[in-house]
């Protein structure tokens, strides 16, 4: 079946530095792209999000860029905070009457002193 | 707005007991839907439901069943544990299907 997957399963960053975290997908149907960030113990909190007739959006201190070319979806975070350690989700759904989200491994970002 | 909640935070079950996992959200949302989250992986959709009264089978619906009766409330029932459903799950609630879910806190279930 389709799967959506991502390039690395951890990252280490240091304070202050932009991080990116990247996503693989395969369903070319997939037109909703979300990304999450889960700390331990809790549930999966939404970040960001694009559809597919978007290449890229802004947040607060992030960015997701859809480059749907070659099926790959990236978040990047600005001046990396402590705080910002945590697994981050990318999840993908496609259109029809009631999306089902399709979520990758994740990856864990350690964000040094 | 309490959002999503869930109970109980954690559950041991013996193989063979049966129980409900209970979710309830307060933000008036349509869709609900249910995930389990194994070690190092992603969550996968269990059942999801669009309305009240209306539910459908997600990635791994298998031993579990699930009711609407009311918007609010979304419950999860597991009619003969396994120790394959051993897992961390998560209720989640949006205005639609095509809007940002909200998660709750997740329950720890282990099956002995």
């Known amino acids: 079946g389709e799967s959506v997957g991502l390039h690395l399963p951890t990252l280490s960053v240091q304070e202050g530095d932009n991080s990116i975290i990247n996503c693989a997908y395969s369903n070319s149907a997939s037109d909703y792209f979300i990304w999450y960030k889960q700390e331990s113990g809790k549930g999966p909190q939404f970040i960001i999000d694009?559809?597919?007739?978007?290449d890229k959006r802004q947040g607060q201190r992030v960015t997701v860029l859809l480059n749907k070319t070659v099926k790959h979806l990236s978040l990047q975070i600005a001046a990396t905070q402590p705080g910002d350690s945590a697994v981050y989700f990318c999840a993908e759904s496609g259109a029809g009457s009631a999306r089902q989200l399709t979520f990758g491994s994740g990856t864990q970002l350690t964000v040094l002193p | 707005n309490a959002g999503v909640t869930q109970t109980p935070k954690f559950q041991v079950l013996k193989t063979g007991q049966s129980m409900t996992l209970q979710c309830a959200q307060d933000?008036?949302?349509?869709?609900m839907s249910w995930y389990r989250q194994d070690p190092g992986m992603g969550l996968r959709l269990i059942h999801y439901s669009v309305g009240a009264g209306i539910t459908d089978q997600g990635e791994v619906p298998n031993g579990y069943n699930v009711s609407r009766s009311t918007t609010e409330d979304f419950p999860l029932r597991l009619l003969s544990a396994a120790p394959s459903q051993t897992s961390v799950y998560f209720c989640?609630?949006?205005?639609?299907?095509?809007?940002?879910?909200?998660f709750g806190p997740g329950t720890r279930l282990t099956v002995l």
């Open positions: 989640a609630s949006s205005y639609g299907t095509d809007n940002e879910q909200f």
């Open positions: 933000m008036n949302h349509e869709y």
């Open positions: 694009i559809r597919s007739n978007m």
